[in-house]
T-cell receptor
Framework: SAVISQKPSRDICQRGTSLTIQCQVD?????MFWYRQQPGQSLTLIAT?????????ESGFVIDKFPISRPNLTFSTLTVSNMSPEDSSIYLC??????????FGQGTRLTVV | KQEVTQIPAALSVPEGENLVLNCSFT??????LQWFRQDPGKGLTSLLL?????REQTSGRLNASLDKSSGRSTLYIAASQPGDSATYLC????????????FGQGTTLQVKP
């Protein structure tokens, strides 16, 4: 059925703290993707997470700031570390079914104060 | 480098009107193109997926076309309703098929009762 459950749906965090976002897929998937959507902007890919290997980060994103875990084929987490107001965004996880049709979680709306 | 552009950025129409949203891309080497709907602060819902070999796809009041050679896609919404108010995003999957989508900036649609 290809459903991703993402949580939390929203959070307000203090600067300097970290937030971990979780995504659970209802079936096994090879690749999971993490995107960021800054206010008024489109989606930008942060990294690709494959099970059993380290995540692959896109230009401008680093592991120290956005550590990712992928412990099995149905689950992944993204941590936003040492947050600043500039990290206020919607964060979305995604995967593929079919195998080229993308589907997304419900998004996490993060506000850093 | 693939770039995806959506025009217009915003659109306001009266209920019942038929409308067309435009998406253009600079590199015709795509695997597929996908249209999404995003409600404010939420995740993405897939509307239509067009493979590179296809010319159009239909789902209910929605029809998406693809002209790969000219780098264009359109999303046609028939008999618009207030519930159609949302942001519509198009995304291309490059022919390298790494799973990484490239998104346009979106068109924010408001359908007035």
């Amino acid at each position: 059925s290809a459903v991703i459950s993402q949580k939390p749906s929203r959070d307000i965090c203090q600067r300097g703290t970290s937030l971990t976002i979780q995504c659970q897929v209802d079936s096994q998937v090879t690749m999971m993707f993490w995107y960021r959507q800054q206010p008024g902007q489109s989606l930008t890919l942060i990294a690709t997470a494959n099970q059993g290997s380290e995540a692959t980060y896109e230009s401008g994103f680093v592991i120290d700031k956005f550590p990712i875990s992928r412990p099995n084929l149905t689950f992944s987490t993204l941590t936003v570390s040492n947050m600043s107001p500039e990290d206020s965004s919607i964060y979305l996880c995604s995967s593929l079914k079919g195998p080229t049709e993308a589907f997304f979680g419900q998004g996490t709306r993060l506000t850093v104060v | 480098k693939q770039e995806v552009t959506q025009i217009p950025a915003a659109l306001s129409v009266p209920e019942g009107e038929n409308l067309v949203l435009n998406c253009s891309f600079t590199d015709s080497a795509i695997y597929n193109l996908q249209w999404f709907r995003q409600d404010p602060g939420k995740g993405l819902t897939s509307l239509l997926l067009i493979q590179s070999s296809q010319r159009e796809q239909t789902s209910g009041r929605l029809n998406a076309s693809l002209d790969k050679s000219s780098g264009r896609s359109t999303l046609y919404i028939a008999a618009s309703q207030p519930g159609d108010s949302a942001t519509y995003l198009c995304a291309v999957l490059p022919s390298s098929n790494t799973g990484k989508l490239i998104f346009g900036q979106g068109t924010t649609l408001q359908v007035k009762p």
